[in-house]
């Protein structure tokens, strides 16, 4: 993995609070010209470490109402690419996650209704050879929506500090042996 340092993270911190913001703005506060900023950018995301920018749309607005996390059970672990392959085919599936734990594979999958959510799991998802069981939880509510944090500091170009050396025992004499 590429190394990244504070001004690369300076400049994650700043684009993914907002991803529209100008990179005149970014450059801004970074304290740099637009031209690095541009580059920054442009070796982040060539290095794999911006993954995607975009919209976020909000699922219920166009008429899924129903977030889902389905735990899938699979015959076999070594089932899980070709289980994967079928449930990409599926565009209610939005993550798909191989798992330790009671299941081999949890997705989270958006649906309009019951009926649609119900039509997903029986006649998509548990029609895949290899598929053994189901668990379905279905989301009441998301609370918490966010990416991950971005340090300030870039620990991978921390130095280790030196360890301490131990410091000299001095013997105090016995208050009873002065006269």
Same mark, same amino acid.
């Given at each position: ?6 001004? #690369? ?17 970014? $450059? ?6 637009? $031209?690095?900023?541009? +580059?920054? !950018?442009? *070796?982040? %995301?060539? $290095?794999?470490? %911006? ?9 219920? $607005? ?7 996390? !389905?735990?899938? *059970? ?14 990409? @085919?599926?565009?209610?599936? !939005? ?46 509510? +998301?609370? %918490? ?13 921390? @130095? ?16 009873? #042996?002065?006269?």
């Amino acid at each position: 993995m590429e190394k990244i340092d504070n001004l #690369d993270l300076h400049i994650l911190g700043v684009i993914t609070e907002n991803a529209r913001v100008p990179f005149k703005d970014v $450059a801004a506060v970074c304290g740099v010209s637009r $031209a690095a900023i541009h +580059q920054r !950018v442009q *070796r982040l %995301i060539e $290095a794999g470490i %911006i993954v995607g920018s975009g919209y976020n749309v909000n699922p219920k $607005a166009i008429g899924y109402s129903t977030c889902t996390y !389905v735990g899938i *059970r699979l015959e076999r672990g070594s089932m899980y690419r070709d289980v994967a392959t079928k449930l990409n @085919k599926i565009p209610e599936i !939005v993550e798909c996650h191989f798992t330790t734990g009671n299941y081999t594979m949890l997705v989270k999958l958006y649906s309009h209704d019951n009926e649609h959510l119900m039509e997903l799991l029986n006649h998509k998802i548990q029609e895949i050879p290899g598929v053994i069981s189901t668990e379905t939880l279905i989301s009441l509510e +998301q609370t %918490i929506s966010r990416e991950i944090p971005i340090p300030t500091i870039n620990i991978v170009d921390k @130095k280790p500090r030196k360890p301490r050396t131990p410091r000299k025992k001095i013997e105090v004499a016995d208050t009873e #042996d002065i006269d």
